[in-house]
Each structure stands twice: as structure tokens, then as C-alpha cells.
């Protein structure tokens, strides 16, 4: 089973590398970008078959160790 987990910084916590993209493509010429928020896509080959198990695996990997939920949401998808 894939796991798509998608990491992000939770409302009101900075995000540095997103102000340096906002600068960034900003220099670029790119005009109308008022904000960025920059975030990670972890993607997962999980041998679990049972979608409720893999769910609950990946919950127990992202709370371990994949986000730090003190500053970061998290939200997983799955597929077969």
C-alpha cells in the first residue's frame, strides 16, 4: 500500500523558507505572490494491506517521527 503523508506548519507558526521563496521568486520577476508556506510530501511503500492498520501505522510514524506536531499538521492519503 503507498502512504502520502503531507506535512505543514500549522497557522500562525513562521515559515522562514517560505518567506525566502516569497523573496525569492519575488527577484524573479513573479509579481502577486503575497505568501508562501513551504511543507513536505513524505511518500510511503507500506506492506500493510488492511487500510484502517496501514492508517494507523502511518499516524503512529508521523507522531514519532515524520512531523513535529508541537509546530506541524499533518494529513495522509493512502492508495493500493
Same mark, same amino acid.
Given at each position: *500500500? ?13 515559515? @522562514?523558507?517560505?518567506? &525566502? #521563496? ?9 509579481? +502577486?505572490?503575497? /505568501?508562501?508556506?513551504? +511543507? ?5 511503500? $507500506? &506492506?500493510?494491506? /488492511? @487500510? #484502517? ?7 503512529? *510514524? ?8 508541537? $509546530?506541524?499538521?499533518?494529513? $495522509?492519503?493512502?492508495?493500493?
Amino acid at each position: *500500500m503507498k502512504a502520502k503523508v503531507l506535512v505543514t506548519l500549522k497557522t500562525g507558526v513562521l515559515d @522562514p523558507q517560505g518567506k &525566502a #521563496v516569497q523573496h525569492a521568486l519575488s527577484s524573479l520577476g513573479f509579481t +502577486g505572490v503575497d /505568501d508562501v508556506r513551504q +511543507g513536505k510530501l513524505i511518500e510511503l511503500d $507500506i &506492506a500493510e494491506t /488492511d @487500510p #484502517v492498520k496501514a492508517r494507523e501505522s502511518v499516524e503512529n *510514524m508521523c507522531r514519532a517521527l515524520l512531523a513535529n506536531t508541537v $509546530i506541524e499538521n499533518y494529513s $495522509i492519503d493512502l492508495a493500493d
